[in-house]
């Protein structure tokens, strides 16, 4: 979730309708968008996505209208694409061409031979399922709105999901299971390094992943009196960033969200509720002594 509790940017924006907000569609269903792609694709991020979902599935949907075109997800589409042995010569062959429009000479005999070096990182088989492929659905057509489809593939870019520290180390867990490694540096030869895996799966960086699956780690040593703190303080955290952009709103709107939503009650309450924590960790530090 955004920290700006106001930004209404894409409040305008129309909700998956409700009986499709997730379905599935076969791959070969799946259209690509009416006017073109608006931005290029990274060849090695999509080889990279590839690999991660023959490992541990699609987990972020591909976002459709109700054509059946894409509205953002142009990376894991083509992903898939490379992934399917039916549809991989056909990519790549799409990315090669992609790749004579944006580079000279040379950058393009450096693009085939990175081609031909990742094409052999994927699997000759796969085991996902490509007649079932996990869409979100928006009920609209963008021939029909093309506007709104460049708004909702900027409003998809810009909320991508904010993956949970368990998350994390579930999939940390997962693809250590199927053989990659938690390796320090650069990964050797043979080796499958689980970091850069999984920042590629959910779309953030490396160190964010390595804070996160730290902060799991903590969570799963911890007390259940920690874990209570250390909710509490987020939620506080949480309440003195409210009270700063309560400041920017007008006096009439702003005594109106505090009303709403209660905050002075709730922000007196969880601090009686660290300080009982707190007391209660004093006094299990006394007993122990």
């Not at 290029?40 to 976002?63: K, Y």
């Not at 963008?142 to 994390?168: F, G, K, M, T």
């Not at 390595?210 to 903590?218: E, L, V, W």
């Not at 952009?245 to 006096?251: E, G, K, N, T």
């Amino acid at each position: 979730m955004s920290d700006d509790l106001f930004d209404e940017n894409f409040d305008h924006l129309p909700s998956p309708s409700p009986e499709h907000t997730l379905s599935t569609l076969p791959l070969s269903e799946i259209r690509g968008r009416p006017l073109g792609d608006t931005r290029d694709l990274n060849i090695e991020h999509t080889f990279e996505l590839a690999r991660s979902i023959e490992q541990v599935g699609l987990i972020e949907p591909i976002v459709v209208d109700l054509d059946a075109c894409l509205l953002a997800g142009g990376h894991r589409l083509a992903a898939l694409k490379l992934l399917n042995p039916h549809t991989r010569a056909q990519m790549i062959q799409e990315l090669t061409r992609r790749a004579q429009q944006q580079v000279g000479a040379q950058g393009l005999h450096n693009t085939l031979r990175q081609l031909d070096e990742l094409r052999d990182t994927l699997p000759i088989t796969s085991s996902f399922d490509f007649e079932r492929v996990l869409v979100r659905v928006f009920p609209f057509s963008s021939v029909e709105e093309p506007n709104l489809a460049i708004e909702v593939e900027i409003s998809e870019n810009a909320q991508r999901r904010d993956y949970a520290p368990s998350e994390v180390f579930a999939l940390y867990q997962t693809l250590l299971a199927k053989g990659y490694t938690d390796v320090t540096g650069r990964p050797r030869q043979g080796e499958k390094a689980v970091t850069p895996m999984i920042a590629t799966i959910i779309g953030q960086s490396t160190r964010t992943v390595k804070r996160k699956h730290k902060q799991a780690m903590k969570e799963e040593q911890s007390t259940p009196q920690e874990q209570l703190r250390d909710e509490a303080l987020k939620v506080i955290k949480g309440v003195q960033r409210l009270k700063k952009q309560l400041q920017s709103l007008s006096p009439e709107v702003a005594q109106a969200v505090r009303s709403s939503i209660e905050w002075r009650s709730a922000h007196e309450d969880l601090i009686t509720a660290l300080a009982w924590v707190e007391r209660r960790e004093v006094e299990g530090e006394r007993d122990e002594g």
